[in-house]
């Protein structure tokens, strides 16, 4: 088992992208714990070690709490910063309020959550990987807020991954380009009444090999990135994106 008796933190573990390490790190030999406002499936419980924990990244105080918790009782080796939210819009159609919502979340809650951690794993090192996007890489119509954020989830990564070479801490990122998950469902819902399948087909289409990611495969990615396999793999973003990044042009 790649991850055997790793103690782990996702955050957003609930749902998604993050549902989906939660399993594969457990699977793995993981002791996993949840940072998300929802509890995770019930059935995530009877698979492997698995701790929820109430915990809204944007609140320095409470990912404090927490992560002293964790920590006190078993160590911290690998941080996964994945809660995230997205939004729709240009620059003007931004409100002040969105814009603030998206940096808590995205941007505070990988500094909370990556400063929380930072502190135990210098005394014997572990691995962070942040959620990033290829919105952070390439322009994507109608995603001003959320690139931004998530430009700034890239240069975190770098900083932190440079900043801590000495403490045996590796950083690196991912950044998935369109992933099938419930949120795609309910936005195609929301936005596109009566045309979600052919809408949904078009933006599968957008990924050069024809198709949306899985939850699973991002996961496989992380799995590897936190493991000792990848112990010489630091300060890197890593897409994962059908090809879209450098075959769509």
Known sequence: MQLENKNAIVTGGSSGIGEAIVRKFIFEGANVHVFDLHRPKKELESIGHIAYHHCDVSTERR?????????????IDILVNNAGVSHIGNIESTDPNDLDLLMDINIKGVFNCAKACIRYMKKSGGV???MASIAASV?????????????????????????????NIRCNS?????????????FLKKNYKGKEEEVFEQLAKSQPVGRMGKPEEVAELACFLCSDKASFMTGTDYPIDGGFLKLNS
Do not use: C, Q, W
């Open 174 to 186: 991912i950044s998935p380009a369109r992933i099938h998950t419930p949120f795609v469902d309910g």
């Open 63 to 75: 990912v404090n709490e927490v992560v002293d918790e964790i920590a006190n009782s078993g160590g």
């Open 139 to 167: 322009g994507l119509k109608d995603r001003f807020a959320y690139a931004l954020t998530k430009g700034a989830v890239l240069a975190m990564t770098y900083s932190i991954a440079k900043d801590y070479l000495d403490y």
């Open 128 to 130: 962070i990987l942040n």
